[in-house]
C-alpha cells in the first residue's frame, strides 16, 4: 500500500519537520543552540554544493546562452514583476489586503530564489527534455542567485513591507548587515568548496545519496528551527484562515502564470526545439527549497519562519503541477515547437 502511495521522504521530513515545530518547539534555553548548529549545517551544504559542481558544468552552460539567458531572466526579473504586479493587485488596491503583510513577504521573498537542482532535472527527464541544459541552466541560476537573491530581497520586499526586523530602507543598516551574514554563511562556503573540489569533488560525486540524505536532514532541522522561532513569536495565532487560504490562491496563479508564461516565450524563441522549452518551463517556473531556507535564514533571522511558508506551499504545489505536465509531455511526440 506505502509503495503504490510512493510517498516522498523528503516530503515526510518536512511534515515531520514542521509537525514538530508546531506542537513541540525548541525552547527559548536551546534557541540559541538550534541557531548556531542551523547556521553551521548551511555553512557546510553550501561547502559540499560548491565541491560537487564541476567548472565544466558552468562552461557548457554558456554554450546555449539563449536558453541560459531565458532561464535567468524567468527566475530573477519576470518572477520578481508578476509577484509585484500580484502585490498591487491584491494587497495595496485592498483596504485590508489579501494574505496579509507577513506573508506577502514571503511570497515576495520566494520570487528572488533560484531555480531549483533536483526536481527540475527529475521532472525535465521524466517529459523527455533537455536534461542536459536542465542541469546547467538550475546550476547557473544557483550559482547566481548567492549575489542575485538579496539584491532583489533589498528592492522587491523590503522597502514595500517593512518587516519587522529588517530595515525598509534600500541598502540600509540592516540589509548591509544581512549581506555580510549571508556572504559569511553562503557565499564563502561555496567559493571554499569551488577551490575544495578539485581535491574532493570526484569522492563527493561517488556518494550523491548520503550526500543528498545528509542535505536534507540539514533542511528539515532548519525548517524546524525556523517554524520553532514563528511558533514561539506566536505566528499561527497571526495568521487567519482567510489569510492562509488566500496565500494558496495567490501561489497558484504565480505557479500557472509562470509556466504559461515560460512556455510561451520558448514557443516565441526562435530555433528552439520542444525539449528545450520543457527545460526553460520547469528550470523558468520552479523556486529552490533547498537553497532558500538558508537564505532566509541568513537574511531574516528571527522572521525566518513566516517568510518560508508561501515556499514550503509553492515547492509542493510546483513539483504536483510540473508531474502533470511532465506525464503530458511524455505522450506528445518528439517534435520541434512549430512557427
Not at 515526510?12 to 549545517?41: D, R, Y
Not at 493587485?89 to 521573498?109: D, E, P, R, T, Y
Not at 520566494?110 to 531549483?116: F, N
Request: charged share 10%; proline share 4%; hydrophobic share 55%.
Amino acid at each position: 500500500m506505502l509503495n503504490r502511495l510512493r510517498i516522498d521522504p523528503f516530503l515526510l521530513m518536512i511534515l515531520i519537520a514542521v509537525s514538530a515545530a508546531c506542537f513541540a518547539p525548541c525552547s527559548h534555553q536551546f534557541l540559541s543552540f538550534f541557531e548556531i548548529l542551523t547556521s553551521l549545517l548551511v555553512m557546510g551544504m553550501f561547502f559540499l554544493q560548491g565541491a560537487r559542481l564541476e567548472w565544466q558544468v558552468l562552461k557548457e552552460s554558456i554554450q546555449n546562452w539563449r536558453l541560459q539567458l531565458l532561464v535567468l531572466l524567468s527566475s530573477y526579473l519576470l518572477f520578481p514583476l508578476m509577484g509585484d504586479a500580484l502585490y498591487h493587485l491584491f494587497f495595496s488596491a485592498s483596504v485590508n489586503g489579501l494574505a496579509g503583510k507577513a506573508l506577502w513577504g514571503g511570497i515576495l521573498f520566494l520570487c528572488c530564489l533560484p531555480s531549483t537542482v533536483q526536481s527540475s532535472i527529475a521532472l525535465t527527464s521524466m517529459a523527455r527534455g533537455n536534461v542536459a541544459a536542465a542541469i546547467c541552466a538550475a546550476s547557473l541560476s544557483n550559482l547566481i542567485g548567492i549575489i542575485v537573491t538579496p539584491i532583489l530581497v533589498g528592492i522587491v520586499v523590503l522597502p514595500k513591507l517593512g518587516i519587522q526586523g529588517a530595515s525598509p530602507d534600500l541598502f540600509g543598516p540592516q540589509f548591509i548587515h544581512a549581506v555580510i551574514r549571508f556572504s559569511w554563511e553562503l557565499f564563502l562556503p561555496f567559493m571554499c568548496g569551488q577551490i575544495a573540489g578539485g581535491f574532493i569533488g570526484k569522492s563527493l560525486r561517488k556518494h550523491k545519496k548520503l550526500l543528498s540524505f545528509c542535505e536534507r536532514g540539514s533542511i528539515a532541522l532548519m525548517i524546524y528551527t525556523a517554524f520553532s522561532m514563528a511558533v514561539l513569536g506566536g505566528v499561527w495565532h497571526q495568521l487567519s484562515g482567510f489569510e492562509f487560504a488566500s496565500m494558496v490562491g495567490i501561489l497558484f496563479l504565480l505557479l500557472g502564470g509562470m509556466l504559461s508564461l515560460t512556455f510561451f516565450l520558448a514557443w516565441r524563441m526562435k530555433g528552439m526545439d520542444f525539449s528545450n522549452a520543457i527545460a526553460i518551463q520547469f528550470c523558468g517556473s520552479k523556486k529552490a527549497l533547498s537553497s532558500g531556507i538558508p537564505m532566509a535564514n541568513a537574511l531574516f533571522g528571527a522572521q525566518a519562519g513566516i517568510m518560508s511558508i508561501p515556499l514550503l506551499f509553492y515547492h509542493q504545489f510546483q513539483i504536483f503541477l510540473c508531474a502533470l505536465l511532465a506525464k503530458k509531455y511524455t505522450k506528445r511526440p518528439n517534435l520541434p515547437l512549430e512557427k
